[in-house]
Structure formats: structure tokens, C-alpha cells
């Protein structure tokens, strides 16, 4: 894995380094990238470097009830915000998670959840950022996620 970031980070690399990096377990909930922002467009003075990604509904993920486990959305969460964190170093960079707080707002069943993860403000040393996980099914909020990561010497 190249320590540096690379010149161009698109989707397709994002993809793959989800599939590489990650540990087996959380290769084991099929999450996707649906997309990711790195460019930040002329007329947005607002705009974060942000991932999409999805988990797709699956009763293993699920508690007793047929309720989404928080453990899960969790773990959705925090990769979301790898993934968008790759986005704004437009590459590949060791990190580790220091702080993540969720409060869940709603519970979820039979629908997959969708993560929008966005990076608030990355330093050389540390990144802050946060995450909307949604309902694919009404793209009503599900929980709400902060979060804080160290960037690791390659």
C-alpha cells in the first residue's frame, strides 16, 4: 500500500482499498462505495471532502427484532470516515480512529443504511469529522456520528 497520497483519487481506487485494507470482519458486511468528493467546486465556500457508502440490509446485521445493530452501524460509520478521510489526502494514508460518538436516533429494519461521511477539518496529525447514516429506504436519519482520527506516519 503506497504511503504517499496520490496525484488523483477516484472512486474506483477508493473501491479497492476497501477491499484490501479493511479487516476480514468488516469486508464481511459488503459495504460499498457509492461515491466520494475530493475537488471542491468553485460556487461552494461550505463544502467538506466527503463518502458515500452502503451497507446493504442483511439479518445478520440484526439484533433480535429484526432491529439493524448499533455494532454494525458503528462499524459503518467509522469505515465512511476512512474512506472520506483517503478523500480529502486524495490517497491512501494510515490513520486510526482516536474518538467516535454516536447517538442513534431511530431504529432501522429491512432497509440497507447509507453513510454520508464528511471531514470537518483535516490537519497534518489529526482529522475531525462526521457522519449521517440514513435509511436507504426513506433517507430519514438513523444516527449521527462524530468522530476523530490520527494520521499515522506512513
Known amino acids: 500500500m503506497p504511503s504517499q497520497p496520490e496525484a488523483e483519487f477516484g472512486i474506483t481506487e477508493a473501491r479497492r482499498i476497501l477491499g484490501e485494507v479493511f479487516a476480514p470482519w ?12 475530493h475537488a471542491q ?23 433480535n427484532g429484526g432491529v439493524v445493530c448499533g455494532q454494525a452501524l458503528m462499524a459503518l460509520a467509522d469505515t ?7 478523500a480529502a ?17 431511530r431504529a432501522v429494519s429491512s432497509s440497507d443504511v447509507l453513510a454520508d ?3 470537518v477539518r483535516l490537519g497534518r496529525t489529526m482529522s475531525f469529522g ?9 433517507n ?4 449521527m456520528v462524530s468522530s476523530a482520527f490520527a494520521m499515522l506516519p506512513g
Not at 80 to 86: K, R
Not at 94 to 105: A, G, I, R, W
Not at 130 to 138: G, K, P
Not at 140 to 143: D, G, I, N, T
Request: net charge positive; aromatic share 6%; glycine share 2%.
Open 26 to 37: 468488516v469486508q464481511d458486511l459488503n459495504l460499498t462505495v457509492e461515491r466520494i468528493e
Open 41 to 63: 467546486p468553485a460556487d461552494m465556500p461550505d463544502w467538506q471532502p466527503s463518502a458515500l457508502l452502503r451497507m446493504p440490509f442483511s439479518e445478520r446485521l440484526c439484533r
Open 80 to 86: 465512511a470516515m476512512v474512506i472520506a478521510n483517503l
Open 89 to 105: 489526502n486524495r490517497g491512501y494514508r494510515p490513520m486510526t480512529t482516536v474518538d467516535q460518538t454516536t447517538h442513534f436516533m
Open 117 to 119: 461521511a464528511r471531514v
Open 130 to 138: 462526521r457522519v449521517t447514516l440514513l435509511s436507504a429506504n426513506d
Open 140 to 143: 430519514k436519519p438513523v444516527a
